[in-house]
């Protein structure tokens, strides 16, 4: 469980870091149920639950992602689930997110409605080189 | 050194509580440098360094308020540096505070600034029935 925690961790880390050196102030929380990181710049809000894994496929509580959709709809903020998965990061908008179980299902098919990092904060869709030939 | 460290993560866990209980989403911060509390209701964002003393006089390092007051220009939201003083809760101004030194120094006189928790969730000065008589 340490080495899951400590991973957990270390992503929510690498996240603060980007957004600082993108103008946020950002806060990592103490607690750890369904919110990790809040990020502010000039009254824009962003709020994340971040898990990492390095398999193709792992599973959210829906607990955590409720938890993460009434905190941010109460502070007033923008809500993100922050995935790092095969080294990739993407950002899901939780109210995309569907499951008819206790848990949501990660697995590539995520892709088609995750976004990142740049589109997160605004600076619309990083272009890849080979997206521009 | 444990020991002081548990009464203030005891305060600030007593402050989130009390900002729960009025309809604020609040994270306690995992680092400890500066910013201890921020709380959201709605977009109206509250930004607390808490410090708790038994004594009758105590410091506070001039770096940590600075730390409080530049976050929550960058976030943008109200700082209040919250201090428990002989078992009283009282909120100040960062900005009011003043010294020639490295360390602020906080004693009875910071009483003549400070203003209580009512007043810093905007429901005007909780009035003691002895106020009234």
Not at 59 to 83: C, M, R, V
Not at 121 to 130: A, E, N
Request: hydrophobic residues 40%; charged residues 30%.
């Amino acid at each position: 469980m340490r080495h899951k925690y400590r991973k957990g961790s270390s992503f929510e880390r690498e996240l603060k870091r980007l957004l600082e050196k993108e103008g946020f102030a950002v806060i990592r929380s103490a607690g750890s149920k369904g919110v990790d990181l809040i990020a502010g710049r000039k009254g824009e809000v962003l709020i994340f639950e971040c898990k990492t894994s390095s398999k193709t496929k792992f599973y959210i509580n829906k607990e955590d992602i409720e938890k993460l959709i009434s905190f941010s709809e109460i502070f007033g903020g923008k809500p993100y689930l922050a995935i790092k998965f095969n080294g990739e990061m993407l950002f899901i908008n939780p109210f995309l997110l569907s499951t008819n179980g206790k848990n949501y299902v990660i697995d590539e098919r995520i892709k088609a409605i995750a976004i990142d990092f740049y589109e997160v904060i605004g600076r619309g869709k990083q272009l890849k080189i080979d997206d521009l030939i």
